[in-house]
Structure formats: structure tokens, C-alpha cells
């Protein structure tokens, strides 16, 4: 069965410090997709980043940078020069996808982040 | 403006008392799927339907029902409320292998 693991469960950060979101995920499927969500105070829910298994190159966007390492089923989240609107919960989701369009998603439980002014 | 539309935003209701969630998505999505959110459990899948007329469960399905007779509508159906399907609820819709776009929940109290 697919897993998907956030062991930082609450990270406080004072601003412009760096910090990184680790998620590990398990999955017997060749073909699958991770995903990073964004939910701050407000309560939505806000889509990231998607990245397929096949590409494992990192991705910048901005401040945000995501390092994908199949060998270590780690698909990492960081963030550059922290600031309070960054202050969320971040979900990594898994999905599992084959031939037939089956998509199973499964979430983390998720890593609260405090900026700190 | 492409967006997943919940209804309501917030319900308060009693033990046994039939209710439904509507979803609706305006962006011509395959798949559609519910999810329950609780503290220190992160979100949980309900259902979910890959097209019309198809649906799966997921991982917490028991006292819930869905139905896709439409592509764009996926409501959730709680037949006999409980106390323990207070949650927050959110709906997501997405094209195959895509990012969800996650409506604005729905906050469930069974009392």
C-alpha cells in the first residue's frame, strides 16, 4: 500500500532562515505522481508542484525548490529566505496511476510552519 | 474563473439526520474525489470517481455514499450521520495525473 510520511510535524523558523519540509513516500508502483500542497490559515487548500516518476529533476520556482531523490523515496520541499506568509501547513500527496486512469491519492498528515518574525 | 464550488461551508446537524454535500466543478475534470480532514491525521480519502458513472472508495468510505451522474457534480451523501464524521470536508477535482483543485471544505458538526 502507498504511504506517504512527514515526520516534522510542527517546524518554527524565524524569517528569511532557510527551511526544508522532508517527505518520504512508499510506493510499489513504477508510475506514480508527488504532489506539494500549501494550506495556510484560511483553511484552503492550494496546489504546489506536481512531479511525475519518471523526472527527477529539481525544480525552482521563486523561493521554493523541490528536491525529488527516487533512490532515497524522498521528494523534499525548501523554502528560501522564509517569510510569514509562508506560515501554513504543506501537505505531500501521493498518486498512483496506471493504464487504466486509476488515481489513489494519499496525503501526509502534514508539517505545520511558524515564520517568526 | 475555474474553481471547485462546496456547498455548505458550514453545517451543524443531528445524529441520523440524512445530508448532502454538494460538489461542483466548472473545469471539465475526469476525476473528482472527497477527502476528510482531521487533526493529526492529515486528509484522509472518501471517494472517489474517475468519470461519470465511475466511482471507488477510498480509504475511509463506511457511512458515506457518492454518485456521479454528471460529470461536473460528485455530492457526498452521509445516509445516518454521527458524531464521528465531524470533520472538515474538502472536494477535488483534477485532470488525469494532475494537481487537485481542492474546493473550500465543508465544516461538519454532528451533534
Known amino acids: 500500500a502507498q504511504k506517504v510520511t512527514q515526520a516534522q510535524t510542527e517546524i518554527s523558523v524565524v524569517e528569511k532562515e532557510d527551511v526544508t519540509l522532508d517527505c518520504v513516500y512508499e510506493t510499489r508502483d513504477t508510475t506514480y505522481y508527488l504532489f506539494w500542497y500549501k494550506q495556510p490559515p484560511s483553511g484552503e487548500l492550494v496546489f504546489l508542484i506536481r512531479?511525475?516518476?519518471?523526472?527527477?529533476q529539481n525544480e525552482i520556482s521563486g523561493r521554493y525548490s523541490w528536491n525529488f531523490q527516487k533512490s532515497t523515496s524522498s521528494f523534499n520541499f525548501t523554502i528560501t529566505a522564509s517569510q510569514v506568509v509562508d506560515s501554513a501547513v504543506y501537505f505531500c500527496?501521493?498518486?498512483?496511476?496506471?493504464?487504466?486512469?486509476?488515481?489513489?491519492?494519499?496525503f501526509g498528515i502534514g508539517t505545520k510552519l511558524q515564520v517568526i518574525p | 474563473e475555474a474553481q471547485v464550488t462546496q456547498n455548505p461551508r458550514y453545517l451543524i446537524t443531528v445524529t441520523g439526520k440524512k445530508l448532502t454535500v454538494t460538489c461542483s466543478q466548472n473545469m471539465n475534470h475526469e476525476y473528482m474525489s472527497w477527502y476528510r480532514q482531521d487533526p493529526g491525521l492529515g486528509l484522509r480519502q472518501i471517494y472517489y470517481s474517475m468519470n461519470v458513472e465511475v466511482t471507488d472508495k477510498g480509504d475511509v468510505p463506511e457511512g458515506y455514499k457518492v454518485s456521479r451522474k454528471e460529470k461536473r457534480n460528485f455530492p457526498l451523501i452521509l445516509e445516518s450521520p454521527s458524531p464521528n464524521q465531524t470533520s472538515l470536508y474538502f472536494c477535488a477535482s483534477s485532470l488525469r495525473g494532475r494537481g487537485y483543485t481542492f474546493g473550500s471544505g465543508t465544516r461538519l458538526t454532528v451533534v
Open positions: 512531479r511525475n516518476s519518471f523526472d527527477e
Open positions: 500527496a501521493l498518486s498512483e496511476s496506471d493504464s487504466g486512469g486509476y488515481q489513489k491519492v494519499t
